[in-house]
Every structure is written in structure tokens, then in C-alpha cells.
């Protein structure tokens, strides 16, 4: 770099840039445990859905990929049977449409707001389904 060559030349090293503090963007506070705030996009979902997918009935999560789907896992189905599932994460609903997402290659849609009500596919709402089990396991 040009700063690089004139310290080379004059034996004087230019003085260090600060980093400038990025600014953290966070939902409300949230009421579930391990997490300080509601998710605000598609990473929060994929947090929260690592942590609680026994409990959201997926028995095993086989891989996350970059690519779509972004999950692969298996659901029991029986005792001792399971079936295949492809998952995509979404922050809301709507994203899996709006980015052009092919439904006949998933099985469900896990996102942290419902917003699709003519979703052809099974939705995980993390919202509403994370307060039901939290409420659920308050009780006993």
C-alpha cells in the first residue's frame, strides 16, 4: 500500500487507524432463554431452530448447507422410523417465495414470522411455537 511504501522509505510507521464500532441492530427483548433479543433475520432463526428442533419435532438435523434447502433432517414418524425432511430458514415466511425457492425441493419452512398464509408448505413459526413451549414448560 502506498502508506506501506512511505513507512519503507522513511522509517516512520503511520499512525494506526481506530476501527470504527459497527452498529448492532436487536429486536425487543426476548422472553426465550439464551437469547437477549428476538431474532431480526435469517441467523437468529437458524440459532434458535439448532437449539429447540427436538422439541419443534425434528429428531435429527443431517447437515446446513449455504445452498437451497438450507437444512436436511429426519422426523420420527413412528418408533423407530423416520422420514427424510429438506428445511429452509427464513426470517419471515414471504422470503422463500420472494427469493424464488422451488416448493416441490423442501418439505418445511422454518421462519420467525409466519407472513405467507397461502404457503404451500409446512411452516415452523419459531414466534408462536417457542412461546407455546416455553409457556408448556413453565407449567410443570
Do not use: M
Not at 69 to 74: E, I, N, S
Not at 97 to 110: F, G, L, T
Amino acid at each position: 500500500t502506498e502508506k506501506g511504501l512511505e513507512a519503507l522509505r522513511t522509517g516512520i510507521r503511520p499512525p494506526v487507524e481506530e476501527k470504527k464500532k459497527r452498529l448492532r441492530i436487536v429486536g425487543p427483548r426476548s422472553q426465550i432463554p439464551d437469547l437477549v433479543y428476538e431474532p431480526v433475520n435469517e441467523q437468529g432463526v437458524i440459532f434458535l431452530f439448532a437449539k429447540y428442533h427436538k422439541e419443534l419435532g425434528i429428531e435429527y438435523i443431517e447437515g446446513i448447507q449455504q445452498g437451497f434447502p438450507d437444512a436436511f433432517g429426519r422426523r420420527k414418524i413412528g418408533k423407530t422410523e423416520y422420514e427424510p425432511v429438506d428445511i429452509e430458514f427464513e426470517f419471515k415466511s414471504l422470503d422463500f417465495k420472494n427469493h424464488q425457492h422451488d416448493p416441490s425441493q423442501c418439505d418445511i419452512v422454518v421462519c420467525w414470522e409466519h407472513n405467507w398464509p397461502q404457503c404451500p408448505l409446512e411452516v415452523i413459526e419459531l414466534k408462536n411455537a417457542l412461546a407455546k413451549l416455553l409457556e408448556t414448560s413453565k407449567k410443570r
